[in-house]
């Protein structure tokens, strides 16, 4: 291993993959970081191969999507890896998300909060990058659904129409938006991928948190061999059922409609965004002011990196205060219920579903924040 030494790089993988040492208590929900990297690397993989044949113009994006499907020599199987791959890494995501609220993975004591603010910003930032991949294809719902996100920008107050007047590139969506959408789609990628290293960087510095919140140096082991073979494990089960879904059913998670071309004077009975955008999309409509939308479509992702704060102790695990995990599983609730309701038309009783359940969200944060602050309260005066 003498040679390693020589190569900086090398150096740094072998250090950060082999010797690294982790929690001996952690679990298999701790794969879905190494999960998350793997279809990133299959999403600029497989974009980098379609923007080879993509031709960013309202007259021949759509049919260049065909051209790629039908005439490129495997064309179609980087398509459907490109579209379900954007599924299955918003799935793992997810997952790694509610695996850090659960096991309490945002303490802000032991700078462990820069880690997890990060990764809100990346999972902001994949949104953003997800739906104009989405608008790219130029089909009847890429295009409306552009068309009701977009005009959300016009809400904001005093630089809503200059906003969205830049990002149209015009009076309405049209050949500008469409190149615009093209460049930020392959651009932000790259913005993306620093923003992992420096998330990746801070956790080899303050290393992985652990189920009892415990210092990790009382009892560490290194990551190779013993826990090489459970991310291996894991990465097994998620490969087999991506491959599964690419090869036999690839549009299961799109919409049909999508295989349409955008026409702009028909629109769709019903506008639905792709499903990892479904909660959001429900929040957003269940509100029935613009700004106000807005405003809560925003809070309902930021309130990942203000809620923390509410932590006032070195250690807190939530998952043995039922409080908190009774908020918890309110909060899992609400999100397969507002991902449902999301799917549906906006009629009743799915609207009045919707805004209940919107606010249902809402109080389960605040629930989870005030179980933290009464624990942390209830320890200082017993200590």
Known sequence: MSFIKKIPFAQALYTS?????????????????????????????????????????TELA???????????????LFRYLHANGASFFFIVVYAHIFRGLYYSSFSIYGSRYYLW????????????????????????????????????????????????????????ISQPTLARFFVLHFFL????????????????????????????????????????????????????????????????LSHSINYIEANPLVTPTHIVPEWYFLPFYAILRSIPDKLGGVVFLLASIF??????????EKIFTPYSDPIYKFAFWAFAADWVILTYIGACPAEEPY???????????????MLMTNSMAFTSLKSRKEG
């Not at 309130?303 to 006032?312: C, G, Y």
Request: glycine share 6%; proline share 5%.
């Open 62 to 76: 759509f049919a260049s999507v065909e051209h790629i499907m039908r005439d490129v020599h495997y064309g179609w």
């Open 117 to 172: 603010a990060i990764g809100v910003l990346i999972f902001f930032l994949m949104i953003i990058i997800a739906f104009l991949g989405y608008v790219l294809p130029w089909g009847q719902m890429s295009y409306w659904g552009a068309t009701v996100i977009t005009n959300l920008v016009g809400a904001v107050p005093l630089i809503g129409d200059k906003i969205l007047l830049l990002l149209w590139g015009s009076f309405f």
């Open 303 to 312: 309130i990942l990196v203000i809620f923390p704060f509410s932590e006032d």
């Open 351 to 365: 609207i009045t579903v919707g805004w209940l359940t919107t606010l249902s969200y809402f109080l389960s944060w």
């Open 189 to 252: 990628p790259a913005v993306l991928l620093i923003l992992v290293m420096i998330h990746l960087a801070l956790l080899h510095e303050y290393h992985s948190s652990n189920p009892l919140n415990q210092n990790f140096s009382v009892d560490s082991i290194s990551f190779f061999p013993y826990f090489i073979w459970k991310d291996i494990v894991g990465f097994l089960i998620f490969f087999a059922a991506y491959v599964f879904f690419v090869f036999f059913y690839p549009n299961a």
């Open 17 to 57: 993959s082999i010797p690294y040492p982790a929690p001996s208590n952690i679990n298999y929900f701790w794969n879905f970081g190494l999960l998350a990297l793997f279809f990133l690397a299959v999403q600029i993989f497989t974009g980098m191969f379609l923007a080879m044949h993509y031709v960013p113009s």
